[in-house]
Structure formats: structure tokens, C-alpha cells
């Protein structure tokens, strides 16, 4: 089983639609979480980061649940330039140093159409 | 301006015949990593380095090297290419300062990225 799991989708929805994708992650001893966004042949940008308490960046909510190990990202009112694909990813380890082993979902792509 | 560069962004060579990919960040970052893309693999990493002198196998280290020598600098080697490392290749980087707790949330910088086909 791979450690982080995303749907691979695409998920096709129209302006202004709201769209969720989950992913889930099967090292219950990992200590941050990620959303990153990758556009087509370009290198993947940090969207957002999760934190336990859940966060929002304008028009993007991110969630933690510890408990079922899964983190989420709501897109409310879709554009079409969130036409993507967004993953995530989850740092494990760390003793010290910050030797975190980053481990990335697969990825879920999103086409966001007229 | 703070970035990550990666060269070649392009590159088609033949089994057998070395190459490096160069990868150098601006930010003074001590972390610094390799991954390969493959569809519906998504990102694995193939190296990492805490900081100077110091480099860690990752996830699919067969068939790479790596090299710290300068805090800014961190290449990719193939000693002998094949076919099964064509890939795109992302570089990239952190800061690893501010505790255990506070530090894995230091966001991590990506290259350009390096498409590399191995005939």
C-alpha cells in the first residue's frame, strides 16, 4: 500500500464550482502536511500547508484529520486557472535536523471548464 | 530574485554515456534533494542532503550519485544511463532551522525541472 494515497481523478467541474480532494496517509507518526499545486511540464509550487487546527487562503480551505489519516483541500468558487494538478505530501520523521522524508502523493488532476 | 536552477532543461543522450545534472539554489538553504516524475508514479526522491558533505539515499537512489561540496550546489550523476531513467528530474531545496516541530513545515523549493530521455 503506498503511503499517501490521492485520486488520480481528473475531476471535470465548471466555473464556480466547488470541488474537494482527499488524501490519505498511512504513517500515523507524520508531522506536516502539504497541498502542493504542479501545472503541466512545470515544477510543483506549495499551495498551502495543513495545520491541525485546519486553514484557509482566500478561496482554498485545508484540512487535517489525524484520527481516519486524511488531509483535504476545498476549492469554493472554481476558476479556470485552478486547472491543475494538486498534490500532497506528508513529512515523516525528523528526529532532528529537520530530516524529514517528504513522501507525495500521485496527484490529483483538475480541469475546471466553462 | 530566490530560486532553484536546474541544467540542462533538456536532455537526450545514449545508454552507457555519463551525464550530470547541475542544481543550485540562492537561499542559503541547507536542505537539498532529487526526485524523478513518472506517470502514475508521481514524485519519488532519489537523494537528499542535510547540508555540506552530508548526502542519504531516498526512495530510489539505483543507478545516481550525488555530490555536496558547496552549501548552493548540488548535482545529479549518472554514471551509466538507461533507458529506465528517463524521467523529468526536480531539484530542490529548504531550510531545515527552527526545531523538529516548527522546521517540517519549511517550505520546499522546486527547479525548473530536467526532462531527461535515455535512447
Known amino acids: 500500500r503506498k503511503e499517501v494515497e490521492q485520486d488520480p481523478g481528473p475531476f471535470n467541474v465548471p466555473e464556480g464550482a466547488t470541488v474537494a480532494f482527499n488524501c490519505t496517509y498511512s504513517?500515523?507518526?507524520?508531522?506536516?502536511f502539504f497541498w502542493y499545486r504542479q501545472d503541466c511540464r512545470k515544477e510543483p509550487k506549495l499551495l498551502m500547508s495543513?495545520?491541525?487546527s485546519g486553514n484557509e487562503d482566500g478561496r482554498f480551505t485545508a484540512q487535517l484529520n489525524r484520527a481516519s489519516q486524511y488531509i483535504s483541500l476545498l476549492i469554493r468558487d472554481s476558476k479556470l486557472s485552478d486547472s491543475a494538478t494538486y498534490l500532497c505530501?506528508?513529512?515523516?520523521?525528523?528526529?532532528?535536523?529537520?530530516?524529514?522524508?517528504?513522501?507525495f502523493g500521485r496527484g490529483t488532476s483538475l480541469i475546471v471548464h466553462p | 530574485e530566490a530560486q532553484v536552477t536546474q541544467n540542462p532543461r533538456y536532455l537526450i543522450t545514449v545508454t552507457g554515456k555519463k551525464l550530470t545534472v547541475t542544481c543550485s539554489q540562492n537561499?542559503?538553504?541547507?536542505?537539498m534533494s532529487w526526485y524523478r516524475q513518472d506517470p502514475g508514479l508521481g514524485l519519488r526522491q532519489i537523494y537528499y542532503?542535510?547540508?555540506?558533505?552530508?548526502?542519504d539515499k531516498g526512495d530510489v537512489p539505483e543507478g545516481y550519485k550525488v555530490s555536496r561540496k558547496e552549501k548552493r550546489n548540488f548535482p545529479l550523476i549518472l554514471e551509466s544511463p538507461s533507458p529506465n531513467q528517463t524521467s523529468l528530474y526536480f531539484c530542490?531545496?529548504?531550510?531545515?532551522?527552527?526545531?523538529?516541530?516548527?522546521?517540517?513545515?519549511?517550505?520546499?523549493?522546486f527547479g525548473p525541472g530536467t526532462r531527461l530521455t535515455v535512447l
Open positions: 530542490a531545496s529548504r531550510h531545515v532551522a527552527g526545531g523538529p516541530t516548527r522546521s517540517s513545515y519549511n517550505e520546499q523549493f
Open positions: 504513517n500515523s507518526a507524520s508531522q506536516s
Open positions: 495543513v495545520y491541525s
Open positions: 542532503s542535510m547540508n555540506v558533505e552530508v548526502t
Open positions: 505530501a506528508v513529512n515523516t520523521g525528523g528526529a532532528s535536523g529537520g530530516s524529514y522524508i517528504p513522501t
Open positions: 537561499m542559503n538553504h541547507e536542505y
